[in-house]
């Protein structure tokens, strides 16, 4: 959803004059935030694809055949001169349809390797935008695939320093180590750092900014002042939820994190060093193949899920903090990942497949 908005800002700046419609599900977060960000909304009936043979995939393909039938009436009436699809399911039935009614459709895989929606309409669409170099061989030969990146928030990139400790309360002398697991949190992560905090309470040069989740962050606070001192050196403050997390790179100097497409966009995109903790049970087993991308490029260490403790995150953390010159290196090597134009380049690949029809 984010990268579809900072699609839609980026296309609005280029063509002040457009009009834009977002198609996504009546569940999703889209259907509350799109409408806040000023779009117009449509939803679709749309459920996540099965790969194996069963009732449920019996169940999504009926599923998918409503959601395209929903998405030509929404097509015709619309009139679109261009469709773009962002990679996630409902993507199937709506550029599936713009296939149908005859209209020029690009999409845009987020993470290192392909989904599987993504994998099927790479085969109709008239251009693929990819967030990874190298990445032309998951798609027919005689494909078009433009690396744009992902596209991430303009306030991502605008936020600095200065208004991280004033918001943060920050000690300019101290490293910052920044630790989060996406809206929700992520609790394995929440509980490597809490178990971590013995292990840090009496350094004197860190300072831990922690978003645990607003569902985990009463139980984390508990843990905590189970475990703090008021002879603590550490500098600890625990948040449910940021909500402007541009600010909270901008204060960083090693993230602690999931490896999502957003995340990993928005961490390249600012050039920061992270030690990244991929979710187990996503799809494909996407975030890890999208963190030991950035762990072969020098950009980032991976410790595995079912690996974050206490002592192996302290051991990681500890490390890179010391060596001033191993996070200048990861910071270069994340900054050269990174595309920061990434909404500007898709935006004008978008335009280009819309006026070339």
Known sequence: MYPGLALAAALQKIREDLEILYVGTATGLESALVPQAGYMFKSIEASGLSRKRSLKALATFLSAGRGTLESVSILRRFKPDVVVGMGAYVSLPVVGAAVLCQIPTVIHEQNAVPGLANRILGRVAKAVAVSYPDMNDYFPSDKRVE????????????????????????????????????????????????????????????????????????????????????????????????????????????????????????????GLPAVLVPYPYAADNHQEKNARRLESLGAARVVLDRDATSSSLYEVADTLMLGEGVLLNMAEASRKLGRPNAAKELAELVLEVAEDR
């Open 147 to 270: 690396f744009t990146g992902n596209p991430i928030r303009e306030e991502i990139l605008l936020a600095n320093r200065l208004e991280a400790v004033e918001v943060f309360n920050l000690d300019r002398s101290r490293k910052v180590l920044f630790a989060f697991g996406g809206s929700r949190g992520a609790q394995r992560i929440n509980e490597a750092v809490v178990e971590a905090y013995d292990a840090w309470r009496h350094c004197e040069d860190l300072q831990v900014i922690h978003a645990t989740g607003n569902m985990n962050y009463e139980s984390v606070k508990r843990m905590i002042a189970k475990v703090k001192s008021s002879k603590d050196s550490l500098l600890y403050e625990a948040y449910p939820y940021i909500n402007n997390m541009g600010l909270a790179y901008a204060g960083a100097d090693l993230l602690v994190c999931r490896s999502g497409a957003t995340t990993i966009a928005e961490i390249t995109a600012r």
